[in-house]
């Protein structure tokens, strides 16, 4: 049974850092794709823009354009767990953060139809 589990989370003030821990479990290969996406208030977790940052089973990553330069996305494979540093951040980055997972080593995708499993999520909250 895959299980991801988000960490992390908070309250910061703008220009402010936060990194988010996902753990995931239940994987037969630890070569598998996940990402992070992010729900703002009001909006659906799978709309569309949603998608902050991929990373595949390979290590190619992408980014949304609004996180570019400011967020940066790794994993260790060694603990199963997948990271968001989230530097410089601004009153829209708050959101729930969800991590998710697909077990396709090769996608290369920010859309949340492509990934089969999800966190919980974790609020983050920037202040002005």
């Known amino acids: 049974q895959v299980q991801l589990v988000e960490s992390g989370g908070g309250s910061v003030q703008t220009g402010g850092s936060l990194r988010l821990s996902c753990a995931a479990s239940?994987?037969?290969?630890?070569?598998?794709?996940m990402a992070w996406f992010r729900q703002p208030p009001g909006k659906a977790r799978d709309a569309v823009g949603g998608g902050v940052a991929f990373i595949n089973g390979y290590g190619t990553s992408s980014y949304a354009d609004p996180v570019k330069g400011r967020f940066a996305i790794s994993r260790d494979s060694t603990k199963n767990t997948l990271y968001l540093q989230m530097d410089n951040l601004t009153p829209e980055d708050s959101a729930i953060y969800y991590c998710?997972?697909?077990?396709?080593?090769?996608?290369?995708?920010?859309?949340?139809?492509?990934?089969?499993?999800w966190g919980q999520g974790t609020q983050v909250t920037v202040s002005s």
């Open positions: 239940g994987f037969s290969d630890s070569r598998y794709t």
């Open positions: 998710a997972a697909n077990p396709n080593p090769i996608l290369l995708s920010l859309a949340a139809r492509d990934y089969t499993y």
